[in-house]
Structure formats: structure tokens, C-alpha cells
């Protein structure tokens, strides 16, 4: 589920969701500022920053399709709290292995399979050095340049002269290489040929369930149909309704703080 809360900015006194870690490689803030402000200027109060962020993400996916892939459920209400810590203990690591990603999901309503499928999201985009470093140097020995022997050799010599150093926090590389820029399945591909950048993307290997649901979804047709079940499904967790939350006037700022400014 989406409240929006990741949209808040960070005042003096609390540092919020989009300032955590995990949210660093966020984007795309004034893309929904712009969409608010169209909005508000036509109906006031109305369409919530939360429904928005749905709607931008059915939307993004959508685009290279022509078409919706999925109907988004409206009338969510947006969060009147943003707290970085939460973000760090809510959403999960590049570095868990299965029993935490499982253990993550479950607590959110979502079964293996959802993890699985939800993970595919990693077809776009691009990770940051510094959160697979470990994978690249001195993984079996602090002594030797070893990378995790679950890694395509080929994969990791690259990665290791991409990257330099395990804390390179300033490069990125493609999540899904040779289809970093498409959303397709091409992600699953990769994952059975152990070209999957994040330990927690190499960890879904590991589960015999999971590992059959990812020689599945190589078919493109299947992964898209799958992934709007479990996108949406996703999008019903923790949705606030009816007097619960706010329709944020700005969706930086909640209502009480951006009334008194």
C-alpha cells in the first residue's frame, strides 16, 4: 500500500522516509508535484498525492506497452507521518538473504510468490556500488580479491572494474544488464545465468519454490500478467480510507505544518 509518506520532506527536527538509505536512488519528486498542482488547481482537495504515486508507477510501467496494464484501485488517503527509520525497518535490504525477505513480505500480507514476482521490478534501473560491493571483493577471504561464487565469474570480473572499491557509493550499473532500460522478464533471465546484482536478488535461488516461479517467469507474457497481481495486491497493504490520513494540499508537506507556513 502507498500513503505518500515517502514524498514528505525532512524538517529540522525529523529526517523522513525519503532521506532513509534504501530511498536514496528515489527520483521523479517533481513529476508529482507538477500532477498535484494541475490537480489542485482544478479540484481542490480531491485526488490524494498517494492515489498519484499509483497511478505514476501503473503509468511508467506502462508507457513503452502503449496501454494500461493494470487498473489502479483509487481513494486512498495520504499519511500525516514520514519517518526515516521506519523506511530502514519497513523495506528490505540488497543484502537479505531469503528467510528475511520471506520473513518482510509475510509481515505485509505477501506470500513467496508475490516476493518473487515484485522483484522483477528490478528489470529497470540501476544499483549503486556500494550495496553488492561485498559481493565483489575479499567475499570468501579478507586476503584475496573473491567475489560470491554465486555470481556469473564474467559478471562479477565486470562489476569489479565497474565499481573499484566495495564502497564506491557514487557508480551505478544497470540492475538487469542488457535490458536495463525495458520492462520485460529479462530480469529472471539474468537470474538463472547468476547475473543478479543484489545478494537478496540471488538469494530468491536458494528457495526451491522460488527458484521454479523464476524458470516461469522468463515468459514474458506470464511475468506481466503475474506482475499486475501481485502489484496490485500489493497496492491493497496498509491503504488509509475514509477519515484516516489526509488529502495533502502539497505533497512535501502535511496539511498542519503547510497551514501554519
Given at each position: 500500500?502507498?500513503?505518500?509518506?515517502?514524498?514528505?520532506?525532512?524538517?529540522?527536527?525529523?529526517?523522513?522516509?525519503?532521506?532513509?538509505?534504501?530511498?536514496?536512488s528515489?527520483?521523479?519528486?517533481?513529476?508529482?508535484?507538477?500532477?498535484?498542482?494541475?490537480?489542485?488547481?482544478?479540484?481542490?482537495?480531491?485526488?490524494s498525492?498517494?492515489?498519484?504515486?499509483?497511478?505514476?508507477?501503473?503509468?511508467?510501467?506502462?508507457?513503452?506497452?502503449?496501454?494500461?496494464?493494470?487498473?489502479?484501485?483509487?481513494?486512498?488517503?495520504?499519511?500525516?507521518?514520514?519517518?526515516?527509520?521506519?523506511?530502514?525497518?519497513?523495506?528490505?535490504?540488497?543484502?537479505?538473504?531469503?528467510?528475511?525477505?520471506?520473513?518482510?513480505?509475510?509481515?505485509k500480507?505477501?506470500?513467496?510468490?508475490?516476493?518473487?514476482?515484485?522483484?522483477?521490478?528490478?528489470?529497470?534501473?540501476?544499483?549503486?556500488?556500494?550495496?553488492?560491493?561485498?559481493?565483489?571483493?575479499?567475499?570468501?577471504?579478507?586476503?584475496?580479491?573473491?567475489?560470491?561464487?554465486?555470481?556469473?565469474?564474467?559478471?562479477?570480473?565486470?562489476?569489479?572494474?565497474t565499481?573499484?572499491?566495495?564502497?564506491?557509493?557514487?557508480?551505478?550499473?544497470?540492475?538487469?544488464?542488457?535490458?536495463?532500460?525495458?520492462?520485460d522478464a529479462?530480469?529472471?533471465?539474468?537470474?538463472?545465468?547468476?547475473?543478479?546484482?543484489?545478494?537478496?536478488?540471488?538469494?530468491?535461488?536458494?528457495?526451491?519454490?522460488?527458484?521454479?516461479?523464476?524458470?516461469?517467469?522468463?515468459?514474458?507474457?506470464?511475468f506481466?500478467?503475474?506482475?499486475?497481481?501481485?502489484?496490485?495486491?500489493?497496492?491493497?497493504?496498509?491503504?488509509?480510507?475514509?477519515?484516516?490520513?489526509?488529502?495533502?494540499?502539497?505533497?512535501?508537506?502535511?496539511?498542519?505544518?503547510?497551514?501554519?507556513?
Amino acid at each position: 500500500g502507498c500513503d505518500a509518506s515517502v514524498l514528505i520532506d525532512s524538517t529540522a527536527g525529523s529526517s523522513a522516509e525519503k532521506d532513509a538509505a534504501p530511498n536514496s536512488s528515489l527520483g521523479g519528486y517533481d513529476v508529482i508535484d507538477t500532477v498535484k498542482a494541475v490537480l489542485e488547481a482544478v479540484c481542490p482537495g480531491v485526488v490524494s498525492c498517494a492515489d498519484i504515486v499509483a497511478l505514476a508507477a501503473r503509468d511508467a510501467v506502462s508507457f513503452q506497452f502503449g496501454r494500461d496494464l493494470w487498473d489502479v484501485q483509487l481513494g486512498r488517503r495520504d499519511g500525516v507521518v514520514s519517518l526515516a527509520s521506519e523506511a530502514r525497518s519497513n523495506l528490505p535490504a540488497p543484502s537479505d538473504n531469503f528467510t528475511a525477505l520471506q520473513a518482510n513480505f509475510a509481515g505485509k500480507g505477501l506470500d513467496v510468490k508475490d516476493l518473487v514476482i515484485l522483484s522483477g521490478a528490478h528489470t529497470i534501473g540501476v544499483g549503486h556500488c556500494n550495496l553488492f560491493g561485498a559481493r565483489l571483493f575479499n567475499f570468501t577471504s579478507a586476503a584475496a580479491p573473491s567475489a560470491d561464487p554465486t555470481l556469473n565469474a564474467a559478471y562479477a570480473a565486470q562489476l569489479r572494474a565497474t565499481c573499484g572499491s566495495a564502497s564506491n557509493n557514487a557508480t551505478t550499473v544497470p540492475m538487469d544488464p542488457g535490458s536495463a532500460a525495458r520492462f520485460d522478464a529479462h530480469y529472471f533471465v539474468n537470474l538463472k545465468l547468476g547475473r543478479g546484482l543484489f545478494a537478496s536478488d540471488a538469494a530468491l535461488l536458494t528457495d526451491r519454490h522460488a527458484a521454479a516461479l523464476i524458470h516461469d517467469l522468463t515468459g514474458q507474457d506470464y511475468f506481466l500478467q503475474e506482475f499486475k497481481n501481485a502489484v496490485r495486491k500489493m497496492g491493497r497493504v496498509g491503504v488509509l480510507t475514509g477519515d484516516e490520513g489526509e488529502i495533502r494540499k502539497n505533497c512535501r508537506v502535511i496539511n498542519g505544518k503547510w497551514l501554519i507556513n
